[in-house]
């Protein structure tokens, strides 16, 4: 956040809280709301918006716990990162960050970048999520001024390279982008070909490969994506369903199957017939 501003990117106000007199001091300077974020975390698992003191010693203690023995564990045989093995084990306390709080509608863009140039991106405001701070699972595809110079700004700062995320509040009142994190992996996004400039995959091949740029067919002309499997798994009768491009991997039906047959219960269906037959009725056909 330090170099974002320094680049003259806006940004919330953003400290590191080394203790609760620090977060009380701080909370007395900036007021609340106050969003606390924990480092080495990911689907908002370490966001807290707080309102009273109270609130926010509680949620300052939870985040700064050094990360649970299965979650590192669940995070290094699943999803092959080992980072929070070492801290849970040694009982390491995790680095907790105060941000003041944007009030506004949440955005996020996904960059292929290559040697601190921007090669392809991604712009989309977030329409529905699968829990308050979690992932997104709909966007509406926008251009943004702000969002795509802050981009490139960062991109260039830091000379990145691959998929990056930074995630944006747009202000109610005027329509500022304000960028709020940085996440240096690939989003649930980055797989989707959205026409020239927007083709992350093939951007980033012809950079390896030092070829042209042969950009995929666009998978659809609607703005507004659906996310599968979450947005289905929020609410499989929800309207996003039907009237966006619903992004199910019809090509590859094990994916699909796995999705479906391993989440009963979080849909409200009772069976595995249930789900699939409901997933049948809002699919779309591949353009």
């Not at 996020?108 to 040697?115: F, N, P, Q």
């Not at 392809?120 to 110079?149: C, W």
């Not at 944006?168 to 329509?175: C, G, P, R, S």
């Not at 039907?242 to 391993?262: F, K, Q």
Request: proline share 6%; hydrophobic share 40%; with cysteine.
């Amino acid at each position: 956040m330090k170099v974002a501003e320094a680049e003259g990117i806006r940004v919330p106000k953003t400290e590191v809280i080394s203790g609760i007199a620090n977060l009380r001091e701080w909370a007395a300077r900036k007021g609340f709301p106050i969003v606390l974020k924990s480092d080495g975390t990911s689907g908002g698992h370490g966001v807290r918006i707080v309102h009273t003191p109270g609130e926010a010693e509680r949620a300052f203690h939870l985040l700064q716990a050094p990360p649970l023995v299965a979650r590192a564990a669940k995070r290094a045989l699943v999803d092959r990162d080992a980072r929070l093995v070492w801290p849970s084990l040694l009982r390491n306390q995790s680095t907790v960050n105060a941000q003041t709080f944007v009030g506004g509608r949440e955005a996020t863009s996904t960059v292929a970048c290559s040697e601190g140039t921007v090669l392809a991106a991604l712009h989309f405001e977030v329409l529905s999520k699968q829990y308050a701070a979690g992932p997104a699972t709909v966007l509406r595809l926008i251009e943004n001024s702000d969002m795509s110079v802050a981009a490139e700004k960062i991109v260039r700062r830091l000379g990145l390279s691959g998929i990056h995320g930074l995630d944006f509040m747009l202000e109610t009142d005027t329509e500022n982008a304000y960028l709020v994190e940085i996440n240096p992996r690939a989003t649930q996004v980055g797989h989707l070909a959205l026409g020239s400039g927007r083709d992350l995959p093939a951007a980033l091949y012809a950079a390896v490969t030092k070829s042209v740029t042969r950009e995929s067919k666009k998978i659809t002309d609607q703005d507004t994506i659906t996310l599968f499997p979450h947005e289905w798994l929020r609410n499989p009768r929800g309207p996003f369903l039907h009237s966006s491009y619903h992004d199910v991997p019809w090509e590859a039906p094990e994916l699909i199957r796995a999705c479906v047959g391993t989440r009963r219960g979080q849909t409200g269906l009772d069976s595995y017939h249930d789900r699939v037959q409901a997933l049948s009725q809002v699919r779309l056909p591949r353009p």
